[in-house]
């Protein structure tokens, strides 16, 4: 079956976004990466809470050096640049900002989607969306940090199964019907908006927890040298990182390099 794709016209994303406190919009209909356009934009003069947004992408980044697929008319690829300087939250704080965000823009659909730590959203086990959080540096101080997201949105958005590294699906094969991909870009822009001022607080990281997928489940945690860690899920450290119940104790595992798997299964 033929989707519609909802337009990028600029008149029409502005519209849907007017309620919104943006710095500024900048939006393409193909782009290589929309992080690579934020942080060149956040190295110059972007605002705080300036937005690109694209249609496509042709050359998206996923965590761990992975492409990730924008096909046209058929997802959500965006990148939110923060200021703040010395206030910013660590980057885990700011991955599960994004994963949050997502989260509550598909509940707002009526899709119940759960968090695999760090950044990935899921749902039925598969993943429709990830973030990918970059930061730049003048010595130690922290000019900018970008929020990159991208949803599958319509059918056709998700790779194929054996095409990622991850089982992929999308919101509409969740929901059963065609989307408006607008309604999820205000409903994940609302939501960023509505919780950044709270990235600091208890309140963020229990919400944050209580989206986690396989919380008192065994996952394996593989580092990037292919080192696994195996061990019951616990919860979130106060800097976003994951609690795991391991055969020797109490373990933890910073937002960085790290791959969960359900189970105890190592295949990466
Ligand atoms: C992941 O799951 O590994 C993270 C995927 C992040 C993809 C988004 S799409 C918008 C932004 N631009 C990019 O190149 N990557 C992020």
Redesign the pocket.
């Known amino acids: 079956m033929e989707h519609r794709s909802v337009d990028f016209k600029e008149e029409t994303v502005k519209a849907a976004l007017r309620a919104l406190p943006l710095g500024g919009l900048r939006i393409f209909s193909s782009i290589g ?4 356009a934020a942080l060149e934009w956040a190295r110059g003069d972007a605002a705080d809470m300036s937005v690109v947004l ?1 249609d496509e ?1 042709t ?6 050096g ?1 492409q ?1 697929h ?1 096909p046209a008319g058929k997802a959500l ?3 939110v640049i923060l200021r703040g300087g010395d206030s910013q939250p660590p980057s885990g704080r700011l991955t599960g900002l994004g994963a949050l965000a997502v989260i509550e823009a598909c509940d707002s659909l009526g899709v119940q989607a759960s968090i695999k730590w760090p ?2 959203v899921l749902w039925a086990g598969r ?1 429709t ?4 959080v970059e930061a730049i540096w003048s010595g130690e101080r922290l000019r900018a940090a970008v929020i ?3 949803i599958n949105i319509l059918r056709g958005s998700a790779p194929a199964l054996g095409a990622a590294f991850y089982p992929a699906t999308c919101l509409e094969e969740a929901l059963g019907k065609s989307i408006n991909r607008l309604e999820v870009l205000r409903a994940v822009l609302s939501s960023i908006v509505a919780w950044r001022p709270l990235v600091h607080t208890p309140r963020f990281l229990r919400t944050w927890e209580s989206h986690l997928a396989f919380m008192g489940e065994e996952v394996t945690l593989i580092l990037d040298g292919g080192a696994a860690v195996t061990g019951e899920v616990l919860g979130l450290e106060q800097d976003g990182g994951l609690r795991l119940k391991g055969p020797t104790g109490v373990l933890t595992a910073s937002v960085g390099e790290i791959h969960l798997q359900p189970g105890n299964d190592r295949i990466r």
Do not use: E, F, H, P
């Not at 990466?33 to 690579?36: A, E, G, Q, R, V």
């Open positions: 990466s929309t992080n690579d694209a992408q050359a998206g980044r996923g965590r761990a992975r990730w924008t690829a965006l990148s950044n990935d993943k969306a990830g973030t990918l990159g997201i991208g």
